[in-house]
Each structure stands twice: as structure tokens, then as C-alpha cells.
């Protein structure tokens, strides 16, 4: 029985992860939750956004599965998704977009994995005013060891899930300096695996190549800001960000999460849809090596898709909501 911190979240929050708890149950994961406070919720409750307790909880068991946090617009706290990933160093965030029966969507055969790196670049958060209210500048932050350890993560997933590209994505005609760099170690990096086609793309030129034919990108790799522009360009791709998923991966720890918003406006009505935050805890399953329960689960949530369109919530195309999504995920587990 592996122990896992669960942090339910914000507004939406709490009901996807209870579905989500639901059906990991079923499927039969061996899971003991562990459930703890982050966000806007425990701000008002205690002062801070993560409290002590909970950074002491992902401390000693090194996994979470979180649910969608509040993180307020221009003022307040720092993000506590950032603030997580960077406490951990868990410098590799890993989107995959893959195309869902019956998800409504322009593009079919998409199935894509971007590699964002996810402790440096512009979102270190370092600015400062040069001239008060008129002049301001924020410090990307590029390193060739972090680099080196984001692309090396690309290249071992391409390896060892038999895919067969990865592009690398920067601006290094223009920020030669920083996404330089990162594009030098790309190059170093692919030597070591002639086995897989490597390309790099510059960032503009790779956003329209996403909408012209997204179906020729395998494994994507990038900087932080990069990453997390075309990591949501390619959940559009999909259907959106309420069915694709997200893992943040260290060398010691992990935490997988709905990277979609917390959705106040809806909290409460059962009309939250859970597939993302579903599809994160599959990618936590294949982190435990509980693979059989991942693929029970991923078989059942198809099913429903596809012959069930009915019971899944407003968002996807359904007339059922939160509830009875779930029990049919549920159900399908049985057969």
C-alpha cells in the first residue's frame, strides 16, 4: 500500500478529487491517502497558502496527487504550484495531449507529450522596478545543468515508451544567450540517442506547425514560459485542458495534478468534469508501477466515452454530471 498526500484543492477541487479517490478505489489501487491543505482555502484558514503540516507530509512520502488551486491575478501569494515545484525540485513537467473518442475537436490522431522544464526561466519570479510604475524587468534564469536534465528526461521517456521524435523548442535567433544554451545542450544530448529523430523549432514557428499538423510532433521539449504556452496550445488540440493531464517529476519526488482552474463559478453544482485530474492519477499510477489498475482504468473511462456519451458532464458534450460520470467509469470497472 503506497501512502500518497492528497491535496483536494480549491473551488471545483474537492469533487474531482473525491471522484477521482472513487475510482482508483474501485479499479483496486493500492493507495492510502493522506489528505492535507494548500491554496486559497487554507490562506483563509491558517494565513498561509501551504501550511508547515502539509510541506512536512510531501516531504516524508515524496508523492501528491492535487487538485486545481486559486492563485490570485497581479497580487497575493505566489503560486503554489510553482512554489511546490520548486520546493521539490521537481523540474520536469510532462502534458500529454492525445486525441479522446467522441471529444469534441477539429483534430483527430493527436498524441503528443510536452517536456516543460519547470524550475527556471522566467517563472524564478526575479523582477524588480527600475523606475517605479514605469520601468520594470523580470531575469529568466537558464542553466546548462537543468537543461541538460529536462532534455535527458525527453529522450529517456521517447526511449523507453518506443517513441520516436523529439523537437526541441526555443528562440535562440533572438535570446541567444538563454534558449541558446538550451538548444546546445539539446544537440549535445541528442548524440547520445541516434536512435530517435531529434529537430529543433523556433517557438513562433512551432505554435502555427501545432495548428497546421499537429499529428507530426511525438515529444516536445522546452523552457518554462514555452512550455507552459504550447503545453495548453496542445490541450486545445484535444478538447481542452479539462481532459489532459499533468505530472511534476523530480529525481526524488512527485506530485500529479489538474492544471486546468479551480472554477469557483461552478464549485458545488456537480457539474465538474474529472477526466483531467483522472488522467494525472493514471500518470501517478505508471510513476507506482501499478500499471494493470491504469489501464483498467484508461480501458473503462473509453468505454464510457465512447458508448456513454450521455452520463459525462456538460463540458464534453454529456447531459449527466460529476455523479453519474463517475458511477459509470465505476461501473465499467466491474466488467
Known amino acids: 500500500m503506497q501512502d500518497i498526500v492528497l491535496i483536494p484543492g480549491d473551488g471545483i477541487g474537492p469533487e474531482i478529487t473525491s471522484s477521482v479517490t472513487k475510482i482508483l478505489r474501485v479499479a483496486g489501487a493500492e493507495i492510502n491517502w493522506i489528505e492535507c491543505k494548500a491554496g486559497e482555502g487554507a490562506f483563509k484558514e491558517t494565513g498561509t497558502p501551504i501550511p508547515q503540516e502539509t510541506l512536512d507530509l510531501i516531504n516524508k512520502h515524496r508523492i501528491v496527487l492535487k487538485g486545481p488551486l486559486t492563485t490570485p491575478v497581479g497580487s497575493g501569494f505566489k503560486s503554489v504550484n510553482v512554489s511546490l515545484r520548486q520546493e521539490f525540485d521537481l523540474y520536469s513537467n510532462i502534458r500529454p495531449a492525445k486525441s479522446l473518442p467522441n471529444i469534441d475537436s477539429p483534430y483527430r490522431n493527436v498524441d503528443m507529450i510536452t517536456f516543460r522544464e519547470n524550475t527556471q526561466g522566467l517563472y524564478i519570479g526575479k523582477e524588480q522596478w527600475i523606475d517605479q510604475d514605469e520601468h520594470a524587468e523580470s531575469i529568466a534564469v537558464v542553466?546548462?545543468?537543468?537543461?541538460?536534465?529536462?532534455?535527458?528526461?525527453?529522450?529517456?521517456?521517447?526511449?523507453?515508451?518506443?517513441?520516436?521524435?523529439?523537437?526541441?523548442?526555443?528562440?535562440?535567433?533572438?535570446?541567444?544567450?538563454?534558449?541558446?544554451?538550451?538548444?546546445?545542450?539539446?544537440?549535445?544530448?541528442?548524440?547520445?540517442?541516434?536512435?530517435?529523430?531529434?529537430?529543433?523549432?523556433?517557438?513562433?514557428?512551432?505554435?502555427?506547425?501545432?495548428?497546421?499538423?499537429?499529428?507530426?510532433?511525438?515529444?516536445?521539449?522546452?523552457t518554462n514560459l514555452f512550455g507552459d504556452i504550447l503545453s495548453d496550445l496542445a490541450s486545445g488540440l484535444v478538447g481542452g485542458l479539462g481532459v489532459t493531464g499533468a505530472a511534476n517529476i523530480g529525481d526524488d519526488a512527485a506530485m500529479f495534478e489538474a492544471v486546468h482552474g479551480s472554477a469557483p463559478d461552478i464549485a458545488g453544482k456537480s457539474l465538474a468534469n474529472p477526466t483531467a485530474l483522472l488522467f494525472?492519477?493514471?500518470?501517478?499510477?505508471?510513476?507506482?508501477?501499478?500499471?494493470?489498475?491504469?489501464?483498467?482504468?484508461?480501458?473503462?473511462?473509453?468505454?464510457?466515452l465512447q458508448d456513454q456519451k450521455y452520463v459525462c458532464t456538460p463540458d464534453i458534450g454529456g447531459s449527466g454530471n460529476t455523479i453519474t460520470y463517475t458511477e459509470a467509469i465505476c461501473a465499467a470497472l466491474k466488467y
Open 143 to 222: 542553466t546548462r545543468n537543468a537543461s541538460r536534465r529536462i532534455i535527458k528526461a525527453a529522450f529517456e521517456y521517447a526511449k523507453s515508451h518506443d517513441r520516436k521524435k523529439v523537437t526541441l523548442v526555443h528562440k535562440a535567433n533572438i535570446l541567444k544567450l538563454t534558449t541558446g544554451l538550451f538548444l546546445e545542450v539539446g544537440r549535445e544530448v541528442a548524440k547520445e540517442y541516434p536512435e530517435i529523430e531529434f529537430q529543433d523549432l523556433i517557438v513562433d514557428n512551432m505554435a502555427m506547425q501545432m495548428v497546421l499538423n499537429p499529428q507530426q510532433f511525438d515529444i516536445i521539449v522546452t
Open 280 to 304: 494525472s492519477a493514471m500518470m501517478m499510477l505508471d510513476y507506482l508501477d501499478q500499471k494493470n489498475v491504469m489501464y483498467r482504468i484508461l480501458s473503462a473511462l473509453y468505454r464510457v
